[in-house]
C-alpha cells in the first residue's frame, strides 16, 4: 500500500476548516466546530437560482415525479495537506489518486463502523465525489468511482499502520476497504461554503440538499448521497462560483 493511513475514519480529525477525511481514520475523535464556523455563513447569493432552476430541469425530464429515496453516489473525504498521524504521514490528495498506478487506490484506514457500513454497501461501478477536507479550503475536487467491492482492510492488522487494531481476527475482520479509481476533475472547485449556502437554502424550500449528511453527519468521511443530491452538486460545476 504506496499512501499508508490516507483515510481515516475513527471520528474525524476536526478540519482546519472541516470535519474528517480519508481523514476517515479519524472521525469521531476532534471537533467540527471549526468547519461549522467556517461554512456557517452562506456567501451572498446564496442559492437563489441554483433549487428552482435545476427544479425544473428535473421536473421536465422526469414529469416531476419524485424518487424514491436510495443512496448511489457517495462522498468520499481525504486530506490533501500533509498532517503526522502516529509518526506517518496520512496526505492523500486528489493528486496522489492520479499518480497511483491505473488512477487507482484501496480506501483504506475506516475506524468509523457507520462509515465502514457504507462502504460495505457500495457496489461496482458507483460514483463518489472526492472531498479535501482538513484543510484550508474544504471542497469537491473530483469524481472517482468504485472498482472492486468491500474486502477486508489491511492495515488493521499492520502494527505499523497508524490504524493497526490490535482487537480485530483475521478470520472475522472489523474492518473493510473498497478499491477506487480517478474518472476526472470537476470543472471547477466545488467549495463548501457554497454547498453549505444551498443547504441552509433548501432546508427552507424543500431542496435536495435539505438532509445532506455533509451537515447532518458531519464527522463522516464516508458518506452516502441520494441521486438527487449527486446530480445537483455536480450541476454546480457548470455555474459561476459566488
Known amino acids: 500500500m504506496p499512501w499508508p493511513s490516507r483515510k481515516r475514519d475513527k471520528g474525524a480529525v476536526a478540519d482546519k476548516k472541516e470535519p474528517d477525511a480519508k ?28 433549487w428552482k432552476n435545476w427544479k425544473k430541469t428535473k421536473e421536465s425530464d422526469s414529469g416531476g415525479e419524485e424518487s424514491k429515496i436510495t443512496y448511489c453516489h457517495w462522498l468520499l473525504k481525504s486530506e ?10 496520512v ?25 465502514r457500513n457504507f462502504l ?33 482492510d489491511h492495515t488493521q492488522f499492520d502494527q505499523k499502520d497508524p490504524h493497526y487494531d490490535s482487537t480485530s481476527r ?4 472489523k474492518w473493510s476497504m473498497v478499491d477506487v479509481q480517478f474518472v476526472r476533475m470537476t470543472k471547477r472547485f466545488i467549495p463548501l461554503s457554497e454547498i453549505k449556502a444551498h443547504h441552509l437554502a433548501h432546508k427552507a424550500d424543500g431542496g435536495p440538499l435539505k438532509n445532506m449528511m455533509l451537515f447532518t453527519r458531519q464527522r463522516l468521511s464516508i458518506q452516502p448521497l441520494t441521486q438527487e ?14
Not at 479519524?26 to 437563489?48: C, H, L, Q, R, W
Not at 498506478?101 to 462509515?115: K, L
Not at 483475521?170 to 475482520?173: L, S
Request: charged share 35%; net charge negative.
Open 229 to 242: 443530491e449527486f446530480d445537483f452538486v455536480l450541476s454546480l460545476e457548470e455555474e459561476k462560483p459566488h
Open 120 to 152: 460495505r454497501s457500495m457496489k461496482l461501478g458507483q460514483q463518489a465525489f472526492f472531498y479535501h477536507s482538513n484543510c484550508k479550503e474544504p471542497g469537491i475536487v473530483a469524481l472517482v468511482k468504485v472498482v472492486k467491492e468491500a474486502y477486508p
Open 23 to 50: 481523514i476517515a481514520k479519524t472521525e469521531e475523535e476532534t471537533s467540527d466546530k471549526e468547519e461549522e464556523e467556517k461554512s456557517a455563513k452562506p456567501p451572498a447569493g446564496g442559492s437563489k437560482s441554483g
Open 170 to 173: 483475521k478470520e472475522n475482520p
Open 80 to 89: 490533501p495537506e500533509s498532517r503526522l498521524e502516529k509518526g506517518v504521514d
Open 91 to 115: 496526505k492523500f490528495s486528489i493528486d496522489d489518486l492520479k499518480a497511483q498506478p491505473n488512477q487507482t487506490t484501496c480506501w483504506d484506514g475506516v475506524r468509523n463502523y457507520q462509515a
